[in-house]
């Protein structure tokens, strides 16, 4: 019972992030975000494609995908 004791005094508190949006500190109810204007905005970036992955190909370019000309019954 001895050894549970030493484990439970290393235990050390999480280290406050900041806000990815604007840079306050983070609250506990929004994690990672300091409110939930902040979620919000975050949200609306990713709704409205702000977030992407660079890529060479173009749209519709996606192996495997059928071209909208091809009939349906081949």
């Given at each position: 019972?001895?050894?549970?004791?030493?484990?439970?005094?290393?235990?050390?508190?999480?280290?406050?992030?900041?806000?990815?949006?604007c840079?306050?500190?983070?609250?506990v109810?929004?994690?990672?975000?300091c409110?939930?204007?902040?979620?919000?905005?975050?949200?609306?970036?990713?709704?409205?494609?702000?977030?992407?992955?660079?890529?060479?190909?173009?749209?519709?370019?996606?192996?495997?995908?059928?071209?909208?000309d091809?009939?349906?019954?081949?």
């Open positions: 019972m001895a050894e549970k004791s030493k484990k439970t005094a290393k235990v050390v508190p999480l280290k406050n992030r900041k806000c990815p949006t840079g306050a500190p983070a609250a109810e929004f994690k990672p975000f409110c939930k204007r902040c979620a919000d905005v975050d949200l609306g970036r990713w709704l409205n494609g702000g977030y992407r992955i660079p890529t060479d190909e173009a749209p519709g370019d996606v192996p495997g995908d059928v071209p909208d091809v009939p349906e019954d081949v």
